[in-house]
């Protein structure tokens, strides 16, 4: 609760900020100045290792994969005109999602803005490929028509894929009111915010990825399609050319437009995870 005694009191005397609020940016410009102690860690350690207490403390993770996906076309939802639907909409999507991934061992996801985002190892690249082609399967064959025959809008899918190093901590505020929730998990650095923009260009369900994330990727499997129906193994992927776009700090993607295939899926999805192991 706000101390109405306290306002009233300065209400009175000259200053440009308030003495509270000059206290927290006086200890903040103290830490700015203090040196930082950043530790080299290989695999994305488990949330409650992550540095909050001490103010110094940072992890530095290289190579980490980052897949982003989030709903194209959810302007067209309203949360006040169709507020069930919405919900319900939001909830098929982004729950699915984080399960997915889950599921598929990522050992960290969290939410970012109405999109989700889920880590791998730099030594899973097979891995965050097969759990976003099956959420983008999901998307296509459950989502897309469930969501269509709800609203009668078409709401797709965003994908994108990134790889390289970040620095992680916690930030917020340790306990508030007996609660632990004004905390969260920061990831400085490219592959999370590269992975949302190269989202955000992906349409028609198509798949974005870097090309330093590309580059892992070397079985065929992955590479070629199964040939159904006709026996026609084709090139999956397609070069994409982002030298024009200074948002990226690449100049190439690759994008897929594939989802699983109703016979081959399965085993194609299992044969990729295994590539990892
Ligand atoms: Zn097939």
Redesign the pocket.
């Known amino acids: 609760m706000l101390d109405n005694l306290f306002f009233r009191e300065d209400s009175e005397s000259e200053g440009r900020l308030l003495p509270t609020i000059e206290n927290i940016i006086s200890s903040e410009v103290d830490y700015f100045k203090q040196a930082v102690s950043i530790t080299l860690r290989s695999k994305i350690p488990d949330t409650s290792q992550i540095p909050i207490e001490n103010p110094i403390y940072w992890f530095k993770i290289p190579n980490v994969i980052c897949c982003f996906v989030d709903m194209e076309g959810s302007t067209k939802l309203s949360a006040n005109l169709h507020d069930k639907s919405t919900a319900k909409a939001y909830r098929l999507f982004t729950e699915t999602a984080i399960r997915i991934f889950s599921k598929f061992g990522s050992p960290y996801i969290d939410i970012k803005g109405d999109g989700v985002f889920a880590l791998f190892d730099y030594d899973q690249p097979y891995t965050a490929m097969a759990a976003t082609i099956s959420f983008k399967t999901f998307v296509a064959e459950y989502f897309t028509p469930m969501i269509k025959e709800k609203t009668s809008q078409t709401i797709g899918g965003h994908f994108g894929i990134d790889q390289k190093t970040v620095l992680v901590r916690k930030f917020g505020l340790k306990r508030y009111q007996g609660r632990t929730d004004r905390q969260n998990e920061v990831w400085a650095g490219k592959p999370i915010n590269m992975a949302a923009k190269l989202a955000s260009l992906s349409t028609n369900n198509r798949l974005w990825v870097s090309d330093r994330y590309f580059k892992n990727i070397k079985d065929e499997k992955a590479i070629y399609?199964?040939?159904?129906p006709d026996g026609t193994k084709f090139l999956l992927w397609q070069e994409e050319d982002l030298a024009s776009d200074s948002r990226f700090d690449f100049n190439t993607a690759y994008s897929l437009g594939s989802n699983w295939?109703?016979?081959?899926?399965k085993s194609f999805c299992a044969n990729l995870v295994k590539l990892d192991k």
Do not use: A
């Open positions: 399609s199964c040939g159904c295939c109703e016979k081959h899926g």
